[in-house]
């Protein structure tokens, strides 16, 4: 069947009272940013991206309005790139472990897929000469998540530069997911920003807490985004004008946004970080100084299904580390309300202790 086995167990089994497996910033409420009726539109000029929408994506991450392609989430950006790039057995380099839809959408188009790691006794860095090495004649393609999708720790500005200009060299495109870039301070240069080989997706979603509108883009170069914008004449033609509207409203009032996310992460990061030093006997931990999830490993547990398992008894949920090729993490997510994650982390540790191991 061609799914993504992760969306599919996301959308119905990831819920929970206590969701520590939530992959993004609390969502939105409508007091959360102000809306007049100005703000709403059922139709309009949207035929290749609704103009004030590219302007503004264009504005924030310092590109021009022409290098905009939107779409339906992250996700969708992703596959338009990936679709207008790849041809039916042209090779794709992608990180392990990974984000799995971005696995299941390269196999889908028909790729030869090779691995390069990101590896927990490396702090998930990536070794641009491990990459390198893996390049040949057929490779078009380089597939990287920064930060990264489940350990959260971003790649840094040199490993991109360098695998940069082999690509540059090489006809090489790519293609960076930076969904949790605009938590991190400082912030990185959108890797878009280094060079024409470089493609980045993001959207309002994770970092921004509004899903509902559905608000992704690619930034690129421009000859190559108006190739995506002819493919996406395939799929989705044009977006919902509503949707894009409101999208401009929320990016006038990007600066309240970020505010929230970063309200709500504060004493959430102190707390995870807190309980992963009091678990050092059961868990190691890359742990980044700033992100909203982390990608634990068991010490004395070779899968943590059963973990999860033992969590759902006390409705809480995290993500299986299965679906990201780790059986023995688990991804832990702390985007929600303070007091929720406190009561997730304290299910968390009975549940640990109940598999009889101690736990300080």
């Known amino acids: 069947m061609k799914q993504s086995i992760y969306m599919t167990w996301a959308k119905r089994h990831a819920g929970a009272r206590y969701n520590l497996a939530n992959s993004g910033i609390l969502g939105c409420e409508a007091g959360d940013i102000s809306v007049t ?10 035929h290749d991206g609704y103009a004030p929408l590219n302007e503004a994506i264009a504005a924030k991450y310092g590109t021009a309005a022409d290098a905009v392609v939107t779409a ?20 794709v380099l992608i990180e392990q472990p990974t984000y799995e839809p971005l696995l299941a959408a390269a196999r889908y188009l028909g790729a030869q897929i090779k691995r390069f790691g990101r590896r927990f006794e490396d702090g998930y860095r990536v070794n641009p000469d491990e990459v390198l090495g893996l390049v040949t004649s057929r490779t078009k393609l380089i597939v990287l998540t920064s930060p990264h999708n489940p350990s959260a720790v971003a790649v840094d500005e040199p490993t991109l530069r360098k695998i940069g200009a082999c690509a540059a060299e090489r006809g090489i495109g790519i293609l960076v997911d930076e969904a949790y870039r605009d938590v991190l301070d400082p912030l990185p240069t959108p890797s878009a920003n280094l060079g024409p080989q470089f493609m980045t997706t993001s959207s309002l979603t994770k970092s921004h807490g509004l899903s509902g509108l559905r608000c992704g883009w690619v930034l690129c170069e421009p000859r190559l985004a108006e190739r995506m914008r002819r493919l996406n004449d395939l799929f989705g033609a044009v977006g919902a004008m509503p949707s894009e ?29 807190n309980f992963l030093e009091s678990h050092r006997d059961v868990l190691d931990c890359v742990v980044p100084l700033r992100s909203m999830m982390v990608f634990p490993r068991l010490r004395h547990e070779s899968d943590s299904q059963a973990l999860h398992d033992r969590l759902r008894q006390a409705d809480t949920s995290i993500v ?6 780790e059986p023995r993490h688990f991804r832990l997510g702390f985007a929600v309300k303070t007091e929720d994650v406190a009561t997730g982390l304290e299910h968390l540790s ?5 598999a009889g191991h101690r736990a300080a």
């Open 37 to 46: 009726s100005e703000d709403f539109a059922l139709n309009g000029p949207n």
């Open 72 to 91: 339906q989430g992250t996700s969708m950006a992703n596959f338009l790139a990936m679709a207008t790039i790849i041809e039916r057995g042209d090779e």
């Open 245 to 273: 509207h409101l999208s401009v409203t929320a990016f006038r009032q990007i600066e309240l946004l970020e505010k929230r996310t970063r309200d709500i992460l504060d004493p959430n990061i102190a707390l995870v970080h």
């Open 320 to 325: 299986p580390g299965v679906f990201f090729e």
């Open 350 to 354: 009975v549940a640990l202790r109940t």
